[in-house]
């Protein structure tokens, strides 16, 4: 292929080549978080984007294969000689050494989690990371003979091949993962390749991104078309909303569904917010009985979500059908949403659990689907909500699931419990707010456990549900951190939920992260 794309007039931008990691979206946020333009592409379109791009660098990402396996995916060999930087995480940089005629083997020791190296050359990628520091490891496979032109950057105690470069083709192989926040310095050195090694501009900001949105979404619907857009209130919606508002104006018309799943007192604050203050056009169903009807007797996780996407279908269906022309189902889907349940953009990801905006769609949906968020993050979600004059309270908002209190109530789902769940709920989002604990948190909430054990109560032995108490930290809910609360508060929201919500006589805490673990149970 030529070296350089003749498509000036486009920004600059990355391609990322998506080889089956959890991460590409990661990488992807980071990079438009140097304000750089990227696109995903997986191995068999990525030679005809990287045609069509202005290509300022390409990531090949990583990926859960071995590249001597049958399947393993193939990156277009030409994107190593496309005269732009290339750099290859973990998969991604096997594939080029061994592509390039270095040598690749399956270690001695698998090397996973949280490992130290040492910078050997603090240049280029490591422009001012010097020393040891953190990284993100997780492979089987490793580099053991450098390609000619290569040398090694930086060595782990048993990877000597920690970080690669040939500076003269200025292509860069990473053995761990900087795009995951484990990675203390991952940001910087990814800043670095944009910056230093492709000299990327900065100009992908909130308002190209919705000038972009607003268009497509016209584009799409059409001069007379109507949407009707599910708005649950959070901020992906509220945002999708806004942005469609933007586009069609009054074509647009939002349901909120009230499936019995939801948190305390969340209807009355929809309706008021979204009615009254933005003066949308905003209908609330009430669907509890059926979602509830559905759900008896269900305890398989996919099987709820998938129970609780198609209701929710049926129902935005149901309410099209009073609008003339409404052939178009509006959502608030994410990337993060997508990636775990389907490849992006025909992509090589294994699917984790079928998000319910995307995984539980029927095949005859009869709708076509206007998602302008869907290929970006919650970050940037936000900047644009308050780009767009959002109140601050919406715009920090803590994410709550689709499927909702459902994911949160481990096995079957009775209205019963439901009823304890938002009890003990309420205590925990109230508590933790009253104390201004929830500043930096990404999600505070409790989980129904089906699990129940004994306890005294005044004189009397009870036998009831246990609660687990889940607070996490997240830039993005692709991966998370435990944490913990303050002593005081933790007491205060056991007792409280133990005294006053009857159904509940434990309290645990989750002390897990993700990976490996998942944000909610379910
Ligand atoms: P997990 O449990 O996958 O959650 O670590 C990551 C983030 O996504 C939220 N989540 C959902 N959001 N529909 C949504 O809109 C869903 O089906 C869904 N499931 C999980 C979760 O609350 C966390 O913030």
Known sequence: MSSASNKSADPRGILIVDLGTQYAQLIARIVREAGSWCEIAPPSLALAKAQAMNLGGIILSGGPASVYADDAPQVPVELLDAGVPVLGICYGMQWMCRTLGGEVTPADEREFGHTSIVIEQA????????????????????????????????????????????????????????????????????????????????????????????????????????????????????????????????????????????????????????????????????????????????????????????????????????????????QGTLYPDVIESVAVHGGNTAMIKSHHNVGGLPEDLEMDLVEPLRELFKDEVRAIGRHLGLDEIVVGRQPFPGPGLAVRIVGEVTPEEVAIL????????????????????????????????????GDARTYENACALRVVESRDGMTADWTYLDHELLRRISNRIINEVRGINRVVLDISSKPPSTIEWE
Not at 249 to 276: A, K, M, S, Y
Not at 282 to 288: C, G, K, Y
Not at 299 to 311: A, L, M, N, S, Y
Request: aromatic share 8%.
């Open 123 to 330: 240049r280029d990628l490591f422009q001012d990371v010097e020393g040891r520091t953190v990284v993100w490891m997780s492979h089987g496979d490793q580099v053991t003979a450098l390609p000619a032109g290569f040398e090694a950057y930086a060595a782990s105690d048993t990877c000597a091949s920690a970080a690669v470069g040939d500076r003269a083709r200025r292509l860069y192989g990473l053995q761990f993962h900087p795009e995951v926040s484990h990675t203390v310095r991952g940001r910087e050195i990814v800043e670095n390749f944009l910056i230093s090694v492709c000299e990327m501009p900065s100009d992908w900001q909130a308002d190209s991104i919705v000038e972009r949105e607003v268009a497509r979404v016209r584009e799409i619907v059409g001069e007379t078309g109507e949407v009707v857009l599910g708005l649950s209130g959070g901020v992906d919606s509220s945002v999708a909303a806004l942005i469609v508002d933007r586009a069609i104006g009054p074509r647009q018309h939002c349901i909120f569904v009230d499936n019995g799943l939801l948190r305390t007192g969340e209807r009355e604050t929809v309706e008021q917010t979204f009615r009254e203050h933005f003066g949308l056009d905003l209908t609330v169903v009430d669907a509890s009985e059926r979602f509830l009807a559905r759900l008896k007797g269900v305890v398989d996780p996919e099987q709820k979500r998938k129970i609780i996407g198609h209701e929710f279908v049926e129902v935005f269906r149901e309410e099209a059908k009073r609008f003339s022309n409404a052939g178009y189902l509006g």
């Open 422 to 457: 938002q009890e003990a709920d309420a205590i925990v989002t109230g508590e933790i707010e009253a104390a201004g604990a929830d500043e930096g948190l990404w999600q505070y909430f409790a989980v129904l456990l089906p699990v129940k054990s004994v306890g005294v109560m």
